[in-house]
């Protein structure tokens, strides 16, 4: 027999447990906690400018160009301590070809070509194709095979390499069985071809003007002297398209600044340039680490960089696998540390991964993402849920991470409802962040910082059930929240390791339930299973002792 005063002692234990987590915790499996830097994270790649930093930055010179900035103040700022000087130097080689293809070069003129014995032979308007046996038809007899190098002379027109049309003259010569040929060009015709395929051609003169300079300077300061050529036609010299690249207000900037050239300490310097600086330069000791320290190519800020489209880019978000790939992970990639240089270039990026770290540089990971600069920060979004269920009413924490990414807010959703902004999110320095909430029903929470969006945290949730009286030995008397009318409550009783139903209840419409049975000496609990989303829940274990 069941003596009311145990009764009252086992309820006033199960009032003590009223505060705790057992509407889930009796009997149910608790899931292990998850860190917030290991819940699976949303990867947010923003950042500023494009290219590599070092030197003239084109939008930036285009916006001193808008302030009534002169070229020489222009190139000035970008290089500080330079001066401006002539130069000596009147043609140079760009290579248009280097393999074994056959070559064509032909003109809507007569033309000449002149052998290594320094015969020229006519040749007729029209084009000649060769390959490395160098038979070259002249105009007035059959085609012979002439003693290489040949250099091809233009008549009264243009002649073209291969359809191109170009300025100068063309040289080809055979090595090593293969064909390889330059366009020996005069250095101011070669910019004309330069200018406007690096910089904009209707921009404003005096940035043109800049560019111009910039261009004579760097083609002088990285030509390969002691080489069969100079320079490449591409980003590994300057972006060189001939005649067919030509504007006339490139064209009127070169001649502006016919011969001039960027100076320091009387020699002509490596006028490194770039697109949009994202509103400061970088020194090249920075950008090119082990590079000696240049006193004219120098971190300098860079104002009116905001007109380019660049001057900041992204957000945008990064899948995980990708990224691990790019950093190559040791395992899931699960948070990320960054250095950055003095401009906020970023210098090294490493992946904490769930098997160790590893390390890449900053331009590395710029060419495997493809992105702009290096000038960039990876923003990371993660919120974990609970570790377990949560009971109907209590308060939850939610812990995450919101780093590098602006104006982080937390959305939620309950079943069949829309997103909503629940407010603000403020990370601590590390990054960290937690939420606290009080939970009515099962809950979907996410961080969102402009278009990104974290994983969904998901946060279940549980009835509470609670006995509160007893009639008897043979009624117990209880509650259950939110309210479930009709729902059926079954009382267990536990037999051992596992836990059996003794008894049924059903709630009322106010909530309450009474069930009937016969106590005996043991532990009993209340379970209800009502669906709508809801996890089970569990009432603290009453315990009922012998008299």
């Known amino acids: 027999m069941v003596r009311p005063r145990f009764l009252a002692a086992a309820l006033a234990l199960a009032a003590l447990l009223a505060g705790s987590a057992g509407a889930y915790s009796s009997g149910a499996a608790k899931r292990r906690a998850t860190s917030p830097s290991l819940a699976q994270a949303t990867f947010v790649v923003s950042g500023r400018g494009w290219g590599h930093g070092v030197g003239l930055a084109q939008w930036g010179a285009y916006g001193f160009a808008q302030q009534g900035a002169s070229y020489d103040r222009i190139l000035a700022h970008y290089y500080p301590g330079t001066t401006l000087g002539p130069t000596q130097v009147t043609r140079v080689r760009v290579v248009l070809a280097q393999g074994s293809r056959p070559l064509s070069v032909s003109s809507e003129a007569p033309f000449r070509v002149r052998d290594a014995t320094g015969q020229v032979w006519q040749l007729a308007a029209g084009a000649q194709r060769f390959g490395p046996g160098l038979r070259v038809k002249p105009a007035d007899g059959p085609a012979q095979q002439l003693p290489g190098p040949l250099l091809f002379i233009p ?35 070669y910019l004309y071809g330069v200018v406007p395929s ?13 560019q111009a300079v910039a261009a004579r300077s760097y083609a002088l300061a990285a030509r390969k002297t002691g080489s069969w050529f100079d320079l490449y036609p591409d980003t590994r010299s300057q972006v060189y398209r001939g005649i067919a690249g030509e504007w006339p207000s490139a064209t009127q900037a070169v001649q502006a600044t016919a ?3 960027v100076l320091y300490g009387g020699h002509v310097v490596k006028t490194y340039f770039f697109s949009s600086s994202g509103g400061r330069t970088a020194a090249a000791s920075e950008v090119w680490p082990g590079s000696p320290l240049t006193p004219y190519l120098v971190s300098v800020n860079d104002p009116y960089d905001t007109i380019s489209p660049y001057h900041r880019w992204g957000p945008f978000v990064v899948a995980p696998g990708r990224l691990a790939h790019a950093l190559s992970a040791r395992g899931r990639l699960v948070d990320l540390r960054t250095t950055t240089g003095p401009s906020g270039r970023v210098r090294s990026v490493t992946a904490v991964g769930s098997q160790g770290e590893a390390t890449v ?53 309950q079943s069949g409802s829309a997103w909503r902004q629940a407010g603000a999110v403020s990370a601590q320095p590390d990054g960290t962040v937690k939420v606290a909430a009080r939970l009515r029903g099962p809950t979907d929470y996410r961080l969102a910082s402009g278009s990104a969006r974290s994983r969904v945290a998901h946060v279940a949730v549980a009835p509470r059930l609670r006995f509160y009286s007893l009639t008897g030995t043979t009624s117990l008397h209880g509650f259950a929240r939110p309210l479930f009318p009709g729902a059926s409550i079954a009382i267990q009783r536990l037999n051992g390791t596992s836990w059996a139903t003794v008894a049924w209840a059903t709630i009322t419409a106010n909530g309450d339930f009474e069930a009937s049975l016969t106590l005996s000496p043991g532990d009993y609990r209340a379970r ?14 009453l315990r009922v002792t012998p008299a």
């Open 361 to 413: 540089t900053g331009p590395d990971l710029r060419r495997a993402l493809g992105l702009r600069s290096t000038w960039f920060r990876i923003g990371v979004l993660s919120l974990a849920p609970p570790a377990a269920p949560v009971t109907f009413g209590a308060r939850v924490s939610l812990t995450g991470i919101a780093r590098n990414l602006p104006s982080v807010t937390l959305e939620q959703r």
């Open 198 to 210: 690096e910089m904009p051609h209707a921009w404003l003169p005096e940035a043109l003007k800049a």
């Open 155 to 189: 008549g009264t027109s243009p002649m073209r390499f291969d359809g191109r049309p170009y300025r100068g003259q063309f040289q080809v010569s055979v090595a090593n069985g293969a064909l390889r040929a330059v366009n020996s060009v005069p250095l101011e015709g």
């Open 259 to 261: 011969g001039e050239v």
């Open 528 to 541: 209800l299973a009502p669906g709508r989303g809801f996890v089970p829940g569990f009432s603290p274990t």
